[in-house]
């Protein structure tokens, strides 16, 4: 049964609910610099390899100085959820897993994380780190998905009053060649498992992997029967794919982390049809070949 959830957002609702755009993706295998902050650390090794636009996962490695958010409940009728006031745990953090949207913002390199850690107290928590007040203490191992054609700008978004990611399109490719991968924003509402799929039919894809994606999503509920009653949750991909069943219908498994409003983290595998996005959701897709 679909989900009938939907949070109202404060700003006309746009006409085009999921935006993409299909270039070629290149693997890469980041060293970041201890002592940098986030932005610093994983966009120079990026700009040098000559790419601005990259989905990016982390694993492993510690933070620290480290100061992040997880979601709350909007206080404010300019935003339909936001933010928690900054947790900034002391010592330093152990990076379990995160993952990275690198585009650019205001012409300057920007990135957006959500991610899993355990603190020094030794509790397993998770959220949205602020990037230029996170620390690599000791590098985790980074591997990036990078984009030949198409790059990500965070600017304002009407419908939501954020400034989110989007993809554009570069009018001078890096390079032509590498698999298809496909760079996307899924709007307010949009189920994440549909939009997938749709994503998939759209650009003629049979097989895909999701990379390195993220967002946020409303009253999740996973195979199983777990269900989080919460409007907001910070989510991010640790497995997803996207297959062709018996009949040739495109069918998705998105495997999931998340954080709700009270600090908890939730994983398991979405169930399509029941997990609406609330406030956006980047997504990138690459093209499997058998």
Not at 17 to 45: D, T
Not at 48 to 64: D, I, K, Q, Y
Not at 186 to 213: K, L, M, Q, W
Not at 227 to 232: K, L, Y
Request: with cysteine.
């Amino acid at each position: 049964m679909p989900s009938s959830r939907r949070l109202l957002q404060p700003g006309p609702t746009a006409p085009e609910r999921i935006e993409s755009l299909e270039g070629h993706g290149q693997a890469l295998e980041l060293s970041l610099e201890p002592g940098l902050n986030l932005i610093e650390a994983i966009a120079r090794p990026l700009l040098e390899a000559g790419f601005e636009g990259a989905a990016v996962r982390l694993e492993g490695g510690s933070l620290g100085p480290f100061t992040y958010l997880i979601p709350a409940d909007s206080t404010d009728a300019r935003y339909a959820a936001y933010y928690s006031e900054p947790f900034t745990p002391a010592g330093e953090t152990r990076l379990e897993v995160a993952t990275v949207t690198v585009g650019r913002r205001d012409g300057q390199p920007f990135l957006h994380c959500h991610g899993l850690w355990i603190e020094a107290d030794g509790q397993r928590r998770g959220g949205h780190p602020i990037p230029d007040q996170t620390y690599v203490a000791s590098p985790p191992k980074a591997r990036a998905w990078a984009f030949s054609d198409v790059a990500l700008r965070s600017e304002f978004d009407p419908e939501t009053n954020f400034t989110l990611f989007h993809p554009v399109r570069l009018d001078q490719p890096v390079v032509r060649e590498g698999p298809r991968t496909v760079a996307a924003r899924i709007r307010p509402n949009e189920d994440v498992s549909e939009s997938v799929e749709a994503i998939c039919r759209r650009h003629g894809f049979t097989a895909a992997r999701v990379r390195g994606s993220l967002g946020s999503i409303i009253d999740p509920v996973f195979e199983g029967g777990e269900r989080v009653g919460s409007d907001s949750t910070e989510l991010l991909v640790l497995d997803g794919a996207v297959r062709s069943d018996e009949s040739g219908r495109l069918r998705s498994e998105l495997d999931v982390a998340l954080v709700d409003t009270e600090g908890r983290v939730h994983e398991g595998r979405l169930v399509p049809g029941r997990n609406p996005v609330c406030i956006t959701f980047e997504l990138v897709i690459e093209e499997q070949i058998s």
